[in-house]
């Protein structure tokens, strides 16, 4: 009886290790995951960045007929030149303009939207796409504004 118990006491040790052994393979598992996702970031950072110094601006109220306009400040904070190739707006009342040289690092520049609200009523948000050689390639900033029936 004493043999059973002992063998038991051992197979139930034996168990307790084996558990052990694999829950730290899990956590070092789980550590290597973290140092991969971690050195990708820091991979991606790599290249063109675009950083805005704001990515909306909201005009409040404004009279249907009225032309808004907004300057986007922003700065290439990655360690390679900025291109931007295309800005696209998703209506023709939008209208943007934009660098078409490029812009080295720690550079900054301008994207100016103009949009125009004749036509238009109620909750307004023209989003202006930004096509680029960063490591984000697809960037957005946006004009809200509420248009309001004149007079």
């Not at 100016?112 to 490591?135: E, P």
Request: glycine share 6%; proline share 4%; charged share 30%.
């Amino acid at each position: 009886m004493k043999k059973l118990v002992l063998l038991m006491f051992a197979a139930a040790m034996a168990f307790a290790v084996q558990a052990q052994e694999v829950e730290t393979e899990k956590v070092e598992s789980q550590k290597e995951e973290v140092k991969s996702a971690e050195a990708e970031k820091t991979e991606k950072k790599s290249g063109p960045v675009i950083t805005f110094k704001e990515k909306s601006k909201d005009f409040g109220d404004i009279t249907q007929g009225d032309k808004v306009q907004h300057t986007f400040k922003l700065t290439n904070t990655g360690n390679e030149v900025l291109k931007i190739s295309n800005v696209a707006a998703t209506c023709g009342c939008t209208v943007p303009s934009w660098p078409k040289e490029p812009i080295a690092p720690g550079e900054s520049a301008e994207i100016k939207v103009t949009f125009n609200s004749a036509g238009k009523m109620g909750k307004q948000n023209s989003v202006v796409r930004i096509y680029s050689n960063a490591t984000e390639p697809i960037e957005k900033v946006s004009l809200i504004s509420n248009v309001k029936r004149k007079g």
